[in-house]
Each structure stands twice: as structure tokens, then as C-alpha cells.
């Protein structure tokens, strides 16, 4: 993998992380079609860090008056995904290799966004119920080509919630899960690398791009405009499995 290659990564991992597209399974995707070496977890979660320092970076208010209840219903909601992490890890990251399971999953992708445009709830304040539904959706997610926005948006409509918190809840849960992720990488494989170079442009490409894809998904969901997302799915999906499928 080179340094273009690298950025290329990166700004697709800003993009599809907010935009409920999967980054995974675009990542699994684009890497397979440019015929460069699996980067690898490691790498994933490197630009999965510059993400979360967008989400940060854009939420910074948000996260100076958070309150004690708030950090309980995201404690509450990480947990699912650490069970699932720790338990799964293995077949998990099998996963990651497999353009054909990216394209039936992104069926799932597509089909989660066109239904939320459909959900009608207003209530703001989340209950610890609530917390643990969208955790399990969540977690999930940690499958490539399942939207983590995408699933955990879907599951906090789908429990009555406004759609602004929705998405304010699901961004801030992502926070812990992918720090977590990243100190699971690090104990696991130590913080040595190849060449620090290519991680380090994947990170700054990736937080620029998802600085930018904030607003846009936070936009998109005030208008009712994810079927558009779910269509976009819909059609990678089916056109992977048609490449694809034929060559198992």
C-alpha cells in the first residue's frame, strides 16, 4: 500500500463512518478493487481514531456539558459491542476479507436507511432501554457492511427518538467503542508499524473528510433524505454479489 492509497482509504473511512453507508465494507471493497495488501485491523483502526477525533472535534460543546446521565446511557449502550468484540473477535476479523458477506450485509445497510425516513418519533430523552437497544445495534455493526450510523440511528427511531438526538446519541456512543478498539489493537499487536507514514496520512484524511460528512448526515436525516443512502446500498450490494457470487 502506498502514501495515495493510504489517503484514499482514509477519506472514504471519513465519509461512510458518519454517512450510513458501512466504512468497513467499503474499506473491504475498495482495497479488494485496487488489488493492494488487506491493511489490516491495525489500520482500520487508525482511521477509525482520526474519526473520532472529528466526532470530538464537532460535538466539543456537546461533550463539555454532557451530564452524569448521559455518560451512564452511553456506558449502558457500549457495552453490547465490547461483549461482542471480545467474544468474537476472531470470526469477526475473517470477515474482513470477504467482498461477497460486505455485499449481502450491505443489503441489510440499505434496507435499515429507507426505513428510518419512515419513523415519526419525537421524544428527546432517551431511557436506559433505549440505551441498550441501539448498544446491540451497535454492536451489530462491528460486522463489515453494516452501517454503525446506519444501524444505530435506525434502532434509536425505531424506540420513538427525535431524529436530532438520534443521530447526536449515536455519534457520541461511537466514541468509547472505537477508543476501546484502538487500545484492544494496541495491547494485541503492539504500537509498531511498517511505515508510521501511511497510518498517519490515513488518520489526517480521515478526520478532515468526516469533519466535512458530519453536517451532511445530520442534514440528511432533518430532511428524510436516508433512503437515498439505503438505495445507494442497495445497489452496491447487489452489484457485488453479482461480480461476485459467481466466482464462489
Known sequence: MDILSALLLGIVQGLTEFLPVSSSGHLVLIGNLLRFNEPGV???VTLHAGTTLAIVYFFWQDILRISKREIYLIIL????AVLVGLI????IEGLFTSS??????LLATGAMNIMTDTKK???EK???ADALFVGVAQAIAIVPG?????STIFMARSRGIDAAKAARFSFLLSVPAIVGANLLEI???GLGVDNPTLYMAGFISAFLSGVVAIKLVINMLSQKKFKLFGIYCIIVGVATILLLFPLQ
Open 100 to 105: 461477497l458477506v460486505v455485499g449481502f450485509t
Open 187 to 189: 495491547m494485541g499487536n
Open 146 to 150: 453494516i452501517s454503525r450510523s446506519g
Open 121 to 123: 418519533g419525537e421524544r
Open 77 to 80: 449502550g457500549t457495552i453490547p
Open 88 to 91: 468474537f473477535k476472531n470470526f
Open 126 to 128: 432517551l431511557s436506559f
Open 42 to 44: 491495525l489500520f482500520e
